[in-house]
């Protein structure tokens, strides 16, 4: 097990701050008459939600196996990312290390809080050079490291992730909302030998729950603890928790739809290759494919004027589209406009 002293990695006044504390939530009372929080007696959902996330957090713990005292709960995995820079980063002082490309949010949150975003390069496989790595770390000694694995927007996995986490003495994030779409381990299993290391999930994606907005921290103990003290006090509603609850005991069906979309994209892989006016189909680890158009442009308003919603990446990955995996009825109807776009 690595020795650091996360203490030492917080912001002093983070320190110092008393969480706001929901007494009801902190104790446990068998006919409570519930005078105490200005709700009103009448309604489905007149009373506010459970502020520690305690049965969803028990659900995950045994879903996962891993103690619920390490598992924070977000107002989707975006309020995690800003909660971890506002732990850990002081303003105008620290750094944060990220991919380029990867997912904004990072970057937009440290921006935020005024934190320096320095940014790792990667390859032509949109793979880190370890080399660059190391030599950044050691010139600008970043607070937090951001990884996203599989990827967004590229869709491929990161290996060895296990060296930039034995070689940052900062605060490491792995960011795992693809995860369920790749065929690579999760880190959770490195959480207890990793007192730095923060692995972050999301109901959003595999899940199908993007509309509830839940996002889940893997983290040690005493980093828990520190979601606990910072975040907002009844970030996570009523709904979302109940909703999560509910698919948390149809397991069965969400492998199902799991194995629908890993068809579809094998399908959908398969169809893209015979298009004319693609010149690349990147490899992925996701449930979506980063695509290099000859003519990105054309297509991109093509697929607009279809009504079909993508992301451009270009121009910072030239001439690429990200373009996510619908059901067969959404597939057919972009290839056939895709196939369109070949004649123009």
């Known amino acids: 097990m690595t020795t650091l002293n996360i203490k030492k990695l917080v912001r002093k006044n983070i320190l110092e701050l008393k969480p706001y504390i929901s007494f009801r939530d902190n104790n446990q009372f068998k006919n409570p008459v519930l005078l105490d929080a200005n709700e009103s007696p009448f309604g489905e959902y007149h009373r506010y939600p459970d502020s520690i996330h305690r049965k969803i957090r028990d659900k995950i713990a045994d879903f996962k196996n891993i103690s619920s005292n390490q598992i924070a709960i977000g107002n989707g995995s975006d309020e995690l ?74 869709g491929n996995s990161i290996y060895d992730l296990e060296f930039y986490i034995k070689n940052f003495n900062g605060i490491v994030v792995i960011d795992e909302a693809y995860i369920e779409f ?3 381990k999760s880190c959770l ?84 290759t015979h298009i004319e006016c693609i010149t690349k189909v990147y490899p992925t680890d996701a449930n979506f494919f980063l695509i290099e ?39 057919i109807h972009l290839i056939n406009v895709l196939n369109q776009c070949e004649t123009l």
Request: some cysteine; hydrophobic content about 40%; aromatic content about 10%.
């Open 81 to 154: 990312i800003d909660l971890i820079i506002k732990i850990f980063c002081e303003p105008k002082k620290d750094s944060v290390l990220v991919m380029n490309p990867s997912f904004a949010m990072y970057g937009f949150y440290a921006a935020i809080n005024e934190n320096e975003v320095i940014s790792l390069n990667l390859d032509e496989n949109f793979e880190i050079k370890k080399e660059d790595f190391l030599q950044t770390v050691k010139d600008n000694q970043p607070k937090v490291l951001f990884l996203c694995s599989p990827n967004n927007p590229t």
């Open 182 to 184: 790749s065929n690579q």
């Open 189 to 272: 299993e490195l959480i207890n030998n990793y007192p730095n290391l923060i692995v972050l999930q999301t109901f959003s994606k595999a899940w199908g729950l993007a509309g509830a907005r839940v996002g889940v921290a893997y983290s040690s103990e005493e980093i828990t603890s520190l979601f606990y003290t910072v975040k907002s006090p009844f970030n996570v509603n009523n709904l979302s928790q109940n909703v999560v609850l509910e698919i948390l005991d149809q397991v069965e069906d969400f492998q199902n739809n799991l194995n629908k979309i890993l068809e579809e994209r094998d399908w959908l892989n398969d169809q893209l």
């Open 293 to 331: 158009f000859e003519d990105v442009e054309n297509v991109y308003d093509k697929l607009l004027e279809s009504e079909i919603l993508t992301s451009k990446r270009s121009p910072q990955i030239p001439n690429c589209i990200r373009i996510n995996v619908g059901n067969r009825e959404e597939n």
